[in-house]
């Protein structure tokens, strides 16, 4: 019997390959045909995912955009290759993503898995144009929700009760897993934190600003003023197509800060979390469940972040990590100072956090989430 073919549509190939790959596989082991629509900028990423055996579709599609001429051209690039390619389910991730592939599911009479990876700035931002966008992004989902064959897949509980509470997707199969997952395998937990004379804090994300990074700063910047016995590790992506990003000289003048040490983009973040005690990441957004704060626990780091969906969803409140309130740089001071000054509270947290990741946010659960969904579906 000819095997089943799933179609993934990506908004770039790096994201894809950092957060998707390990479920691609999985489906491919599971007998799934996978290709994949994205928009490849990333050097070798393209050939490394066509050597797994993932036929690979380039398109122009821009994450920033909102001129409708570009739009319509970028549904009509995918319409095409769905059109040819007539996969028996395709698997949608982001907003844009999730749009024109949940439209052109619609209209091929194709099932769509719409994956929310978190709600990101178009429901949080205060942006004028963001306030406008948001009815337009929500009637959008209202319309590819409809009907019964198509699934929303969600990696929190608040985003599948936003939703259902906007009347977005009613009829579809609501479906929740717990983050990205993470494969404990690929990291080594150890309780050795704090056992160096200085503390070392890791801020690993996109690097936009969004992500909080300037608040940690501040907050850090009165810090030192009355103690040096700490260092900032930066990593992460320099994604200079998004309208949000740091551009680079921007982080080099960052780490010209004493206590600061920019690293780049980094693929051993086992290693480099094994070098931590702390890793922070004080969003201001609401994310899916963000995959840094998931590999922290497995490795047995102290979390601070946000109060925001997503975050909240792993980090209970000095229990398995520390929350603060979006921009509240004292706050953030407040919490950092008690970490540095009770240690044996934070460790304690860090502790919870990974019996709590290994019960509940591993790969296996995540992969069996996704694959049950399209075996529901297709049936």
């Known amino acids: 019997m000819k095997n089943k073919t799933l179609l ?7 994201y894809f390959k950092l957060h998707w790959l390990n479920r691609a596989m999985a489906s491919i082991e ?26 690979c579709f380039d398109i122009n599609l821009s994450r920033n955009s909102i001129n409708p001429l570009s739009e319509l051209s970028t549904l009509y690039e995918i319409y095409k290759i769905v059109s040819k390619l007539h996969p028996d389910i395709i698997q949608s991730i982001t907003v844009k993503p999730n749009l024109y592939a949940g439209i052109i599911g619609q209209w091929l009479n194709i099932p769509v898995v719409k994956s929310i990876t978190g709600t990101g700035s ?19 989902y209202k319309y590819v929700g409809r009907g019964a ?52 804090i890791l801020f690993a994300a996109r690097l936009l600003k969004d992500k909080g990074l300037d608040t940690l700063l501040e907050a850090l910047d009165v810090i030192y003023q009355e103690r040096q016995d700490f260092e900032l590790i930066i990593a992460g992506i320099l994604d200079s197509a998004s309208c949000n990003a740091y551009q680079e000289h921007e982080i080099v003048n960052i780490s010209h800060r004493k206590f600061v040490r920019w690293i780049g983009q980094r693929d051993d ?60 740089t004292e706050q ?11 240690k044996s509270d934070a460790c304690h947290c860090a502790r919870n956090l990974y019996r709590k990741v290994n019960n509940n946010f591993t790969d296996k659960d995540v992969i069996e989430g996704f694959l049950y969904t399209y075996r529901n579906l297709l049936n």
């Open 269 to 328: 973040m086992n290693n480099i979390l094994s070098e931590v005690d702390i890793v922070a990441l004080p969003t201001r957004y609401g994310e899916g469940v963000p995959r840094i704060l998931i590999e922290a626990g497995f490795t047995g780091r102290v979390v601070v972040t946000t109060d925001v969906r997503g975050c909240r969803e792993l980090i209970d409140d000095n229990e398995t990590g520390y929350l603060m309130m979006p921009n509240n």
């Open 149 to 200: 064959r198509g699934a929303f897949v969600f990696e929190n509980n608040e985003d599948k009760e936003l939703f259902r509470n906007l009347g977005i997707g009613n009829n579809h199969l609501s479906v929740h897993v717990s983050g990205a997952g993470v494969d404990p395998n690929k990291y080594v937990y150890s309780e050795k934190i704090f056992e160096r004379d200085t503390v070392r």
């Open 332 to 342: 953030l001071i407040t919490i950092l100072k008690n970490i540095f000054s009770n």
């Open 8 to 14: 993934y549509v990506v908004n770039i190939d790096w």
């Open 122 to 140: 178009i429901f949080s931002s205060q942006s004028s144009l963001l306030r406008i966008l948001k009815p337009i992004v929500i009637i959008l």
């Open 30 to 55: 599971a007998g799934y045909c996978v290709k994949l629509v994205s928009s490849f900028v990333t050097k070798g990423v393209k050939s490394e995912l066509e050597a797994f055996g993932i036929e």
